[in-house]
């Protein structure tokens, strides 16, 4: 008989370490966008005119 409980276990465990991995991903990119420099914003350009 399968040992449900080892599979189980083994199943969560693999489970529990990739939401740890992708929360330090997460983690990781939030402060490469948190120490970014502001980008420098310029007004757009007036419209052109329309010809009639």
């Given amino acids: 008989m399968p040992d449900y409980q080892a ?3 083994t199943l969560f465990q693999a489970s529990e370490e990739a939401i740890n991995l992708l929360i330090q991903a997460q983690q990781q990119c ?3 966008y948190l120490s970014a420099p ?15």
Avoid at 38 to 52: R, T
């Fill in 7 to 9: 599979m189980y276990l």
């Fill in 38 to 52: 502001e980008p420098e914003l310029e007004p757009p350009p007036p419209p052109l005119p329309s010809n009639p």
């Fill in 30 to 32: 939030e402060e490469l």
